[in-house]
Structures are given as C-alpha cells and as structure tokens.
C-alpha cells in the first residue's frame, strides 16, 4: 500500500458525459501528479500539482482540467468523454516538487470505461 | 524528443533464475531514472532507483545499473520468485523541468515453475 489513495476504482460512463476522479496523497506529500495509462500509449503525464498551483503540463487535453485543494487532495476532470478515454487514471504524489530523488508513489488507480 | 522504450515486451523465466530487464532512453539530459513494477490490477510500486552520477545501485534482490554512453538501463533481479510475474517500467526524469517521468512501453516477466 502506497499510502496514495483514488476513488472510485471503476467508473463506467457514456459518451458525452464528466465524470470527476478523486485522488489524495500520502501525508505530508504537497504534490501530486496525474497519468494515463492505456494500452495504445502505455502511461502517460498528465498533470502536476505542488501545494494548490500547477506546475508542469503534459498531453493533457482540453477538455481535461485538475486541481488541488487545500487540504492537498486532487481531483482530475474529464469532460466530453470519448471512447478513446478510456483508460486507467493513476495519481502518484512526492513530498517535493524541487527534490532530486523525489519518489513518486502512485496510487491503486480509477479504471474508466466510456460506453 | 522524450522517449523511453524496452528491448523487449516480454521474458520469461524459470523461478529461481536471475531476470535482466533491459531499457533504452533517449534523453541524455535526464538526471534521474527509476524503475517500477506493476502487478495486474494495481498501480505502479516503486521499486529502485539510479541518479546519473551513478552507474550501479543495489537494493534487495535488485540491481540498476545505468550506461550512460549508450544510454542504456537495465534491472537485474535475482533469484526471481514467482511474485516477481509483473510489468516492469523504467521511467526517467529530465534535469530541466517538471519532477514529470517519462515511462517506458514496459516488459511483461513471467516466471516459470
């Protein structure tokens, strides 16, 4: 057990539809990052949160949006779904965005499949 | 541009034998790579890792040793056990951005009886 913790697990969903994946980090971790994995891309950054702020960017598309709260939990919003979105959605933390060796422990995963 | 990728998709081998997992990257700024193992149904666990300075690190059952000049990365397990059966991901952290990782395609072992 990593200490990273999503909900939910699975999420099945239509075309068309948003859908919000919930991720919180392991304590004391500030931030927290967001991939996709799928079999055609294997996995892929997303999106990167230190202490509330964005701070790095990756194939993220439009009509995906995050962010952190206070309490440093995250959230991923997928809207518009597609069927090519389906995939499965991991969020990792690390204590640090500055640090060297800064471990990413990534979550158990949200499994989503649009119908 | 950024990619990692894996000589191989799968090895098999026989329980009890050492594995040798191999990783090519492409990037010869990153500063920092690591390995993860992904089990079926579950998120990638954390299992070395390696800064650029060096080009070797041991952990339990697990050695990393990073070729810089060829750039090359590869995971050595001995005496693999049968929970070692896993997809195996090298990732690697470039030195002049985000902590983002760039992971590699992955390398499904199987461990034989």
């Known amino acids: 057990d990593s200490g990273v913790t999503q909900t939910p697990k699975h999420l099945i969903t239509a075309t068309g539809q948003r859908v919000t994946l919930r991720c919180s980090p392991r304590s004391g971790d500030l931030s927290v990052y967001w991939y996709q994995q799928s079999l055609d891309q294997g996995l892929q950054f997303l999106i990167q949160?230190?202490?509330?702020?964005?701070?790095a960017k990756g194939n993220i598309l439009e009509r995906f949006s995050a962010q952190q709260f206070p309490d440093l939990h995250s959230e991923l919003n997928l809207s518009s779904l597609e069927l090519g979105d389906s995939a499965l959605y991991f969020c990792?933390?690390?204590?640090?965005?500055?640090?060297?060796?800064?471990?990413?422990?990534f979550g158990p995963g949200t499994r989503l499949t649009v119908l | 541009g950024e990619s990692v990728g894996l000589h191989l998709p799968t090895l098999s081998v026989q329980e009890g034998d050492n594995s040798i997992i191999n990783c090519a990257y492409s990037n010869s700024a990153s500063d920092y790579f690591i390995w993860y193992k992904q089990e079926s149904g579950k998120g990638p666990q954390f299992i070395i890792d390696i800064r650029s300075n060096m080009d070797k690190r041991q952990g339990q059952r697990v050695t990393v040793l990073l070729n810089k000049t060829v750039k090359h990365l590869s995971l050595q397990i001995a005496a693999t056990q049968p929970g070692d059966s896993a997809v195996y991901f090298c990732a690697e952290r470039g030195i002049q951005g985000a902590q983002k990782l760039v992971f590699g395609q992955g390398t499904r072992l199987t461990i034989n009886p």
């Open positions: 949160y230190y202490n509330g702020e964005e701070r």
């Open positions: 990792a933390s690390s204590v640090t965005h500055r640090g060297r060796e800064d471990t990413q422990y």
